[in-house]
């Protein structure tokens, strides 16, 4: 990595910076966004008002990050929140002359754009970039200091310069990628494993028409952590028993599965056996004492079909033109919810007379929410920090293109992340069209039917998604009563034994389920915050699950 100097910042510069750089520029609508390129903001006039004011150099935060305790990006966003500044990390062009299959970012920092980081992974060029803007940024800090005659406005900041640096990668890493690209593993290892899971079972194989997997790439190489089947919700009335699943749709399913995987990794982390330990996927921040993935790790998340909701915006739908009613937009891009496996936009007649039916957001919406909070929920963000998937992989031979899904799940958060507390952030992840891992569902009949799996599953359990419980001929059964090993309750039992182990003796005051996602103040923070933004947007309003579903113990 070339290295560059702070010695031509001086105190002048970085009083020029801090009196003249703008916050960041608002895009005029989601259309704007379709182009991914880091764009620079407009200074401000002398008169305009500035209401943010930093608190000093942050020095605890820069120690951390120097000792190598804290994650680059996870720094970098640390100091936003402390320094009161726009951050945005945002998907950007590889630089010219490179060849090979790179992703690229940059930081944008109140409007400024920063130094360009490549990396094979969505990850690692992230983590590239944040490392590059706070070489910079810290340097400028550290030298020039905070300037004494400025009582309010962002940090002081450095001019961004054109060049580039290319990040150090291993040479044969490089080359697998270019020769199998992770667009070209995914579907592979899915189909293999479906096939796997089915071969035992081909009775249940006609569920593979709507199937969900997250898949982990680690320097081994790709796997298939978490899958999931289904098209459905249930019937059921909300009960305070935590025992029955209210969607069963393919994604949430699998992301289910994914919370158990994530809660068995735990386990081998707080196991204190180092063999145990050094299989988790987990790495501990000494100073929070949080987990994050490993370095090297990323998550992937594969959707045979487009999910529900307005991810399927129709392709010709654009944001202002003027054939097109406003009522029209927001019916298309606003928050959408499902009743027994139809979808309803929560702008239409037809929603409002659903009465008492139970109601799930949409998939789409979902898969929006967890790029936020993390797909790892409330529960585990006691002891991890958010989980965000990379890549978003569509093998839905039907669809031509992505363009619904990058505004539904990207666009429509877009600047919401200075306001979401600290390791929090929007996650844009890389969407592309991929081929199937599956055949057509040749077993209409079975769309009843949901099938899940996680890695360490010696069987799959089928789950009846009409009564949101295990059915009878299930290879996976968890006791007579057909609970799911998804259900709520198996998610707090699980959540308790973690505690136990983690000693986290404070956490065991929670007596209910809801008691114990509360405790969790970040995330019900951010949770908040993202609820607000996409009324205060013109979305619509979230659909919370009667409160009575989370009143129960174990």
């Keep these: 990595m070339m290295m560059r100097g702070s010695s031509s910042r001086g105190s002048s510069l970085a009083h020029n910076r801090w009196t003249n750089i703008s916050s960041h520029t608002p895009f005029s609508d989601l259309n704007d966004l379709n182009n991914n390129k880091c764009l620079p903001g407009q200074p401000l006039s002398p008169s305009a008002k500035i209401n943010s004011k930093p608190k000093g150099l942050p020095r605890e935060h820069i120690d951390r990050y120097k000792r190598g305790d804290t994650h680059p990006v996870s720094a970098l966003y640390q100091l936003s929140q402390v320094l009161q500044f726009q951050l945005d990390m945002k998907e950007t062009v590889t630089t010219t002359g490179i060849t090979g299959f790179y992703f690229a970012f940059c930081a944008v920092i109140d ?30 800090l550290e030298n020039d200091g905070i300037p004494s005659d400025v009582s309010a406005g ?35 290892v899915v189909r293999e494993m479906f096939t796997k899971l089915m071969d035992s079972y081909p009775e249940f194989s006609g569920c593979g028409g709507t199937v969900a997997a997250f898949v982990m790439l680690s320097p081994e190489g790709c796997e298939v952590v978490a899958l999931g089947t289904g098209s459905s919700n249930t019937k059921a009335s909300p009960a305070p028993t935590g025992r029955i699943l209210h969607d069963s749709h393919a994604v949430v399913t699998a992301r289910r599965s994914l919370m158990r995987f994530l809660y068995r990794n735990l386990l081998l982390f707080f196991s204190k056996n180092s063999t145990l330990e050094e299989k988790s996927v987990f790495q501990q921040d000494q100073t929070t004492k949080l987990l994050s993935l490993k370095n090297h790790f990323t998550l992937h998340l594969y959707l045979s079909q487009l999910p529900k909701g307005a991810a399927q915006i129709p392709s010709q739908l654009r944001l202002n033109p003027l054939s097109i009613s406003a009522w029209e937009v927001n019916n298309q891009i606003g928050l959408h919810v499902v009743v027994e496996g139809k979808v309803f936009s929560k702008f239409s007649s037809s929603y409002e007379q ?87 569902d040749a077993h209409p009949s079975q769309k009843s039917l949901s099938v899940n799996w996680s890695h360490g599953d010696l069987l799959v359990e089928v789950v009846n998604a009409q009564d949101g419980r295990s059915t009878e001929d299930s290879p996976f059964k968890s006791s007579p009563a057909l609970a799911s090993r998804l259900c709520k309750a198996a998610m707090l039992s699980r959540f308790n034994l973690v505690v136990k182990e983690a000693q986290r003796e404070e956490l065991l ?40 579903s989370d009143h129960f113990s174990m």
């Design 354 to 440: 659903m009465g008492s039916h139970v109601v799930s957001m949409s998939a789409t919406d979902k898969i929006m929410q967890w790029q936020v909070l993390g797909f790892q929920g409330a529960l585990l963000s006691h002891f991890i920090e958010p989980v965000y998937v990379s890549s978003i992989f569509i093998g839905d031979g039907s669809c031509s293109d992505t363009r619904g899904m990058e505004m539904a799940v990207n666009q429509r958060v877009d600047g919401i992340t200075s306001a979401l507390p600290l390791y929090y952030c929007v996650y844009r992840p890389h969407i592309s069209l991929v081929s199937s891992a599956m055949p057509p």
């Design 154 to 188: 962002p940090p002081p900041l450095p001019v961004r310069e054109k060049d580039s640096t290319i990040p150090e990668i291993h040479s044969g890493r490089a080359v697998l990628e270019r020769k199998n690209p992770i667009k070209d593993q995914v579907p592979s």
């Design 111 to 140: 409007g400024v754009q920063y130094k360009t980081g490549m990396g094979i992974t969505k990850k690692e060029a992230r983590a590239k970039a944040a490392e590059l803007a706070l070489e910079e940024l810290i340097a400028s």
């Design 509 to 548: 005051t929670a007596v209910t389920y809801r008691e114990a996602k509360m405790m969790a103040k970040p995330y019900q923070e951010a949770k908040s915050v993202l609820k607000s933004y996409l009324e205060k947007k013109g979305y619509g309003q979230w659909v919370e699950k009667p409160p009575i």
